[in-house]
């Protein structure tokens, strides 16, 4: 492999230290000077393996992130001297770095509007500038795709081919900050109460998370999966990536550079034995038969995304309906449920898998408005004959229109 895998374990010790002493509290001028030597030695792959280590330390996501941002500060210029990927524009690297580029052309419009909003004293004028500056805001949502890409593609191919991955966690809580800060953003650009000081900051914390995940992927976390990912893998990656969507540019073409090989390890079995060989198979549900083709068209045709987790916290299943709340990509078949969430959150899911295999609950439900549909989510544990767990299903339904029914109504009225 090349020298991101053949790192200096030494080396990669030095920069741990330094960042570990740096998030709690230490003197930057005395720590830096301290390991010298190793920051001016480092390569992407050790701050990937850095970064591996101190989530695994345990440390507050908050603390962190906050550490992280120092600790990259100081290694800036030795970060930018190693290169970026150099791929073609058709890799699933390369179209992601295209939409990094049309990203920042948007932000360089932005930057003009946010300096003007603080020197316009007619409040029309600053009316109309805020709402110009709100509808550019607005559009910089579509870089949500990149990011769901990422979490639902990318990173579960990553976390198979790379041991050392937890710097995922992460990159998506940074996600999650942009769509936290774009989200408050919009609402104080639409509110009758003009905080430009609120307004400032929001637009400063968008910028620099923003430039903060163009950097750290095309100069650290790019070049190390460029390595550690098969080329087989790239081209699965870019044909799961059509279902989600691209980021400020046209879906790029399909190009199959070679036959398939089977070298992912979280393939389902129906993957290697093609569905077409398999689809007349009778399955018996002693209430009933059914082939095996019929029975996915079943579970597409509920009015409901179904997602199944085996008794090792591990997805084995999700249906695929007409439209979808959630994304999802073959990707996620084989990862752990917990990784299939932000760090955030992931405490939740362990205290409900928990509390399901423990026996203390059967079901769990909430609900959440989203984009204007009311979304009932629910959990149900699955546990065979002898009441041993064996898994959970997730069950997501619009019940948007089901909230409104009153009285009756007959079939076929």
Avoid at 101 to 109: F, V
Avoid at 267 to 287: C, S, Y
Avoid at 373 to 392: P, S, W
Wanted: proline share 4%; net charge negative; with cysteine.
């Amino acid at each position: 492999m090349s020298e991101f895998i053949n790192n200096n374990q030494a080396r990669v010790n030095s920069l741990y230290d330094f960042c570990f002493q740096l998030i709690n509290g230490a003197k930057g001028t005395g720590l830096i000077k301290k390991h010298q030597t190793a920051i001016d030695q480092l390569t992407p792959n050790d701050i990937v393996l850095v970064v591996h280590r101190l989530v695994e330390a345990k440390l507050p996501m908050e603390d962190l992130k906050i550490g992280i941002n120092k600790a990259l500060n100081v290694f800036h210029r030795q970060i930018h001297n190693h290169p970026k990927p150099d791929v073609d524009p058709t890799h699933f690297l390369g179209i992601m770095m295209q939409e990094n580029a049309e990203l920042d052309t948007r932000l360089k419009e932005i930057k003009p509007l946010a300096k003007s909003i603080n020197t316009i004293k007619d409040e029309v004028k600053l009316a109309d500038e805020l709402s110009f500056l709100k509808t550019k805001i607005e559009a910089l949502a579509e870089m949500d795709k990149h990011f769901q890409r990422k979490e639902n593609i990318f990173f579960p191919y990553f976390e198979n081919q790379f041991p050392d991955y937890k710097c995922l966690g992460v990159m998506w809580s940074i996600h999650d900050d942009i769509r936290r800060v774009q989200k408050q953003l919009t609402a104080e650009l639409t509110s009758s109460f003009i905080n430009l000081q609120l307004i400032n900051k929001l637009l400063g914390d968008l910028f620099f998370f923003m430039y903060a995940i163009i950097s750290r992927e095309e100069y650290l976390l790019f070049p190390v999966a460029l390595n550690a990912v098969s080329e087989e893998l790239w081209e699965e990656m870019n044909e799961q990536s059509h279902e989600i969507g691209f980021s400020f540019i046209e879906a790029p073409k399909l190009v199959k550079k070679g036959k398939k090989q089977e070298t992912n390890k979280r393939e389902m079995a129906g993957d290697k034995l093609n569905i077409d060989q398999l689809g007349d198979a009778v399955l018996n549900f002693e209430t009933g038969l059914m082939t095996l083709k019929q029975a996915m068209m079943l579970l597409n045709h509920l009015p409901v995304d179904i997602t199944m987790i085996d008794e090792n916290d591990r997805v084995c299943f999700f249906s695929n309906p007409k439209e979808r709340f959630f994304p999802r990509s073959k990707a996620i078949i084989g990862r752990t449920v917990q990784n299939c969430h932000p760090p955030e959150s992931v405490h939740v899911v362990d205290d409900l898998v928990k509390a399901f295999k423990s026996g203390e609950k059967d079901s769990e439900s909430f609900w959440i408005q989203m984009k204007g549909k009311f979304v009932l989510i629910q959990y149900f544990a699955l546990r065979d004959e002898d009441n041993a767990y064996k898994g959970c299903i997730e069950v997501s339904q619009d019940v948007t229109d089901i909230r409104r029914l009153d009285g009756e109504k007959r079939l076929m009225d």
